[in-house]
């Protein structure tokens, strides 16, 4: 069983905030519920996931608590760093905790265990999903993401992931840049070696030199988890996305759990 923490915090007046009338993209309402309440629900209901931390505003994480969600609050402290390490000094720092972002209403529990099945045996320090193009084309046509070509396809990554508290804690330093390029996997590219470079240049370069890569630069073992899972992709940060949100609710078919 792992433990996960729930990055809801921040807050800053954009197009989406301002139609909706909230301060903070987590606490959007759809159908009567948070985007931030579906994250809580999935991981709730999910047999694998135990404690939940939430880092976010204290009165709005206050009036979800009295609406029956199960979580430990956190406050807020910042930026998203700050916010992350706020979350891992209230879980074991010795065991990867999941970390997930409030704003992917279309997390099921079956999604989350589907995720933690493919990391296998836990024995690496950092897991991180790769998603493939083909998988959001089938579902999702109309969404708009930024994907890098691998060898083995178009890829984007996603809003959930496991480290591990302790080599964050004391190396926090150097998830800086991969943090900043999280959506951004064109500028990650730019900071590859020379060779590795040459490989994306003439379409050879793999997941596995990633990994390899990505390990060497944050001092962890680092493995990415390729899979189809697009509920771990759609997150909400335009009106567009949010249309796209409420249709998938209506139509999505329902992932078992």
């Known amino acids: 069983m792992v433990e996960a923490v729930v990055l809801a915090g ?9 139609q909706e009338g ?3 993209k987590a606490f959007i309402e759809i159908y ?3 985007l931030l309440g579906y994250v809580l629900q999935a991981l709730n209901e999910a047999p694998s996931v135990g404690k939940v931390v939430v880092v976010g505003p204290e009165p709005e994480l206050q009036s979800l608590l009295n609406r029956g969600y199960e979580f430990t609050i956190m406050p807020e402290r910042g930026s998203m760093l700050d916010n992350l390490a706020a979350g891992f000094e209230a879980v074991d720092r010795d065991r990867l905790a999941l970390v997930v972002t ?10 989350v265990e589907e995720f933690l099945g493919f990391c296998g045996n836990l024995e690496n320090d950092f897991y991180y999903p790769v998603l ?4 959001f084309a089938r579902l999702f046509p109309e969404t708009e993401r930024t994907y890098v070509r691998l060898k083995e ?3 984007t990554g996603g809003n959930l992931g496991l480290i591990r508290p302790a080599w964050f804690l004391d190396n926090r330093a150097r998830l800086e840049m991969f943090i900043s390029y999280r ?50 992709g759609i997150d909400v ?18 992932r078992p759990g």
């Open 237 to 254: 940060d335009k009106v567009s996305d949010l249309d796209l949100v409420k249709q998938a609710l209506d139509n999505l078919p329902a």
């Open 22 to 24: 909230v301060k903070n």
């Open 132 to 135: 493939r193009k083909e998988a």
């Open 183 to 232: 959506k951004k996997p064109l500028k990650l590219i730019k900071i590859l070696p020379f060779i590795l470079i040459i490989k994306y240049v003439c379409k050879t370069l793999s997941i596995s030199d990633l990994e390899a890569f990505l390990s060497k630069l944050l001092k962890l073992e680092a493995r990415a988890v390729i899979c189809e899972l697009v509920e771990l």
């Open 10 to 18: 921040g807050g800053k007046q954009e197009p989406l905030t301002e």
């Open 153 to 155: 396809g178009l890829v």
């Open 32 to 34: 009567g519920r948070p």
């Open 102 to 111: 409030g704003d992917i209403p279309l997390l099921k529990p079956g999604v």
